[in-house]
């Protein structure tokens, strides 16, 4: 269920100990929000345009700002909402969650965001190109690539812009 048609008061990056909303639920956040979002390091200009669709989630394993997610593959805990930072090169993107924007603990739940621009970790990365997972190089990375069925958007800058070790990207996983 969309959260659009209610009243959401905390911050996009807060964490919680227990599920207070349904595993899945999904909130957009509106362009003027999204224009003004801060780097954990303080950076203020990321340039990040138009809404963007955050979904709600348990971490599995802790998840570290900027991590691109996958569902977990655990045995007997198979949920799609249930998730940890990609650890293999090209998941296929129907695993794929989205992408944290700042730091969720092991078992804590708090929101990623699936739809929209955000900053995500990556190397070697070159504005425009396709991009899917790379978390076989480092744990919740994304690389270039162009394979059908792993790839989860567009990079929008370089690597090292807006930060470094991080590219903005257009997140597509059409949730």
Same mark, same amino acid.
């Given at each position: ?22 595993? /899945? ?33 348990? *971490? ?49 739940? /708090?929101? $990623? ?11 070697? $990365? ?6 899917? +997972?790379?978390? /076989? ?17 567009? *990079? ?7 930060? +470094? ?11």
């Amino acid at each position: 269920m969309a959260y659009g048609n209610r009243v959401k008061t905390d911050a996009l990056s807060t964490t919680y100990s227990t599920e207070q909303y349904p595993l /899945g639920t999904k909130f957009v956040e509106s362009a003027d929000e999204v224009v003004a979002a801060v780097h954990t390091d303080g950076t203020t200009s990321l340039n990040l345009k138009g809404d963007r669709t955050w979904v709600f989630v348990q *971490a599995s394993v802790a998840l570290a700002a900027y991590d691109c997610v996958v569902q977990n593959d655990v045995t007997g805990s198979m949920t799609r909402f249930l998730v940890r930072p990609t650890t293999s090169a090209g998941d296929n993107s129907l695993r794929v969650q989205g992408i944290a924007q700042h730091a969720i603990a092991i078992t804590e739940y /708090g929101w $990623i965001v699936c739809d929209g621009q955000a900053v995500v970790k990556a190397a070697s $990365i070159t504005g425009g190109q396709f991009i899917d +997972t790379d978390g /076989g190089t480092a744990s919740g990375n994304v690389d270039n690539n162009t394979t059908a069925g792993t790839l989860i958007g567009i *990079a929008l800058t370089s690597t090292d812009t807006p930060v +470094t070790g991080m590219c903005a990207m257009d997140v597509r996983l059409g949730q």
